[in-house]
RNA sequence: GCGCCUGUAGCUCAGUGGAUAGAGCAUCAGCCUCCGGAGCUGAGGGCCACAGGUUCAAAUCCUGUCAGGCGCACCA
């Protein structure tokens, strides 16, 4: 594990401490309790706290105050080299004030450890399973569709970075009904008769259609000449968005070719689970909780959409080596299916909790604040493919991003391609753009941005340096947070937080020396003016180290913001 | 009717049982001789829907009420 070096420092000085104090007698400890270490809301509190007083006054019977002043008098002679102070606060609270060395060492890790920096071993040795986007191979994919192409994505990057194994995939329903009644519809226009019932509508029907009636070949499947079509669009458009799956499962090949449907069906008549009743083929779902038994084979003899589900998911689990955990991105207006597919999972003799399904709302697309009026019955869709054109993939997720994703989004198109503060995406890639255009002026001027080895941290004795460093040491423990909860939105507000406390920075102070004669050295580099003139705001004297020491400090922000958004899957460009 | 989700600043939303609940937008008041103003600073604004409960401690957990969304197919 990897919660960053200040953390894991604390942590285990905190830890001594406790154990000292259980050796000298004065803590019973008879069980060790979890140390927790939040940031306190205000600095005034310190860098560090732990309330691992207060959970520990019930067991030692003293109170909560007590027992921090005994740890914190534990805390501070033997590590005067981790913690400048160890204060008691009530009701039990005990705020740890960091030494600035420690901070500074986190500059010095991020950049040894570059692009890795926030790595850790938290998911090391275990193999999630994660489907997303999975859109039936009907249409082309909406708005919907590119939120949970945004999450997925976002999600299997936060995974690996914390050294999960993640295999992505998508499931086509290439099979049933609603391909029948696409290529169905498709067949109707070419035949220039009506619809047929709960068909489908669109322009892109009528492409289709098109290509079709010019199709060099007879076709002896419209159904799966179509779905192919429409599959090489969605590949398309996920390529164009930058996601990529390790595999494509078919529900037809996969499933109904290959027999799995009806082996997983007899797994679970073996189980017991399996019934008939009104000639049709029940799940008995309610063994497990679900509110009512499910078909799975209809009358007809056709199976149902759960039948291949669960077939799927008996394929997923089964896979060798077994994956420790599956994840299923679902638009939230399949929430009610949780039950019943945690309900095959455990008739197949695997805990519940071994499939985590994460639902993702609905996205109101607007424009300038009006919403964009779609109807699905009419075939109105706004596609991915369209916002993407418009306002570009990096914007696209990242707004995906900004909120939990079983939270309606409001995505406004004209906000998304603004330029400006106002836009999260563009607030963020700034952050970026802005250092390495620093240092663009810098090279110019022929100054170096210095390795952190050669930098004297010590000039860097401002609050308003510890405000940008501190977010970086806490940048660990956000991914492995965000990785546990499984919601990558944490990191899109993490970013703007940190991308905001650059903007301050570099407005409160001058990073590089200021070019008042426009004269040139003798190495064609613009000469700095003397050092004594060179009073920047709020009358802080710029020195060459101060320079250098900011210069080293932006860049491994820059880092940070980099990876992040790497993690989101947006781009952190040079220049905007 | 039953189930799931959501009620937090005017709006959109963060907030893994801990201190005086935060951000962006909007509003108002400021900030460009100099590294990118695509930026920054400040102010106002809250019975965290409501009522009980658990806890040393609740926006957070439990119960109920109210409001909104979604789902309740031998559709997917």
């Not at 299997?156 to 086509?172: C, F, G």
Request: aromatic share 8%; hydrophobic share 40%.
């Amino acid at each position: 594990m990897s919660a960053g070096i200040v953390r894991e420092t604390v942590h285990s000085t905190l830890q001594k401490a406790l154990k000292d104090a259980k050796t000298a007698g004065d803590l019973e400890l008879t069980t060790l309790p979890a140390l927790v270490l939040d940031v306190p809301k205000k600095s005034a509190w310190g860098d560090l706290a732990t309330t691992v007083a207060m959970n520990l006054s019930v067991s030692e019977r003293r109170a909560p105050m007590e027992i921090a002043q005994i740890i914190s008098k534990h805390l501070l002679p033997a590590h005067s080299d981790v913690l400048a102070r160890a204060d008691v606060a009530p009701p039990g609270y005990i705020n740890l004030t960091v030494k600035r060395d420690l901070w500074f060492r986190v500059l010095a890790e991020i950049e040894t450890q570059g692009e890795q920096y926030g790595r850790s071993t938290l998911g090391l040795g275990k193999r999630v399973l994660l489907e997303f986007v999975s859109a039936n191979p009907t249409g082309p994919l909406h708005m919907g569709h590119g939120r949970g192409a945004a999450v997925g994505g976002a999600l299997a990057n936060l995974l690996r970075h914390v050294s999960y194994d993640v295999s992505t995939e998508y499931y086509i329903n290439d099979a049933g009904r609603q391909v029948r009644l696409m290529a169905a519809s498709v067949t109707a226009v070419n035949n220039q008769t009506s619809l047929p019932e709960d068909g489908y509508q669109g322009a892109y029907i009528h492409d289709l259609a098109k290509q079709l009636r010019a199709f060099p070949q007879p076709v002896p499947n419209v159904a799966h000449w179509a779905c192919a079509r429409l599959l090489e669009g969605i590949k398309a458009d996920l390529q164009a968005f930058n996601i990529t799956f390790d595999r494509w499962f078919s529900e037809q090949k996969e499933l109904f070719d290959s027999g799995a449907v009806d082996q997983a069906l007899n797994v679970l008549r073996q189980q017991g689970y399996l019934f008939e009743q009104d000639g049709a083929l029940w799940f008995r779902s309610t063994a497990f909780g679900d509110d009512k038994d499910r078909v799975v084979k209809k009358q007809d003899g056709e199976y149902t959409y759960l039948a291949s589900d669960i077939a799927y998911h008996l394929s997923k689990l089964k896979r060798e080596p077994q994956y420790d955990l599956l994840i299923n991105v679902w638009g939230a207006d399949h929430h009610g299916y949780i039950p019943r597919m945690q309900a095959a999972v455990e008739a197949f003799g695997y805990p519940k909790d071994r499939l985590k399904v994460i639902l993702v709302q609905i996205v109101n697309l607007l424009r300038g604040g009006q919403r964009v009026t779609m109807s699905k019955r009419a075939g109105e869709m706004v596609t991915v493919r369209e916002v993407f054109e418009e306002v570009g993939a990096d914007a696209a997720k990242f707004i995906f991003l900004t909120r939990r994703a079983d939270s309606q989004l409001d995505f406004d198109l004209e906000l998304a391609k603004q330029q400006s503060a106002e836009n999260p995406v563009y607030y963020v890639q700034y952050a970026h753009a802005r250092v390495a255009s620093l240092f663009r002026v810098a090279r110019e001027r022929g100054i170096d941005v210095p390795v952190t080895g050669s930098v004297d941290w010590s000039v860097l004795n401002s609050p308003d340096d510890l405000d940008l460093i501190k977010p970086l040491a806490e940048y660990p423990a956000l991914l492995e947070a965000s990785a546990q909860a499984l919601e990558p939105h944490r990191l899109t507000y993490y970013l703007q937080d940190l991308a905001g406390r650059l903007h301050a920075y570099y407005y409160k102070h001058r990073i590089l020396p200021p070019v008042l004669e426009r004269e040139l050295d003798s190495q064609d580099h613009l000469k700095p003016v003397a050092q004594e003139a060179d009073q920047g705001r709020k009358g802080e004297v710029l020195t060459p180290a101060l320079t250098a020491a900011r210069l080293c400090l932006f860049r491994v922000v820059q880092t940070v913001i980099r990876n992040g958004l790497g993690i989101l899957g947006v781009t952190a460009p040079e220049r905007m």
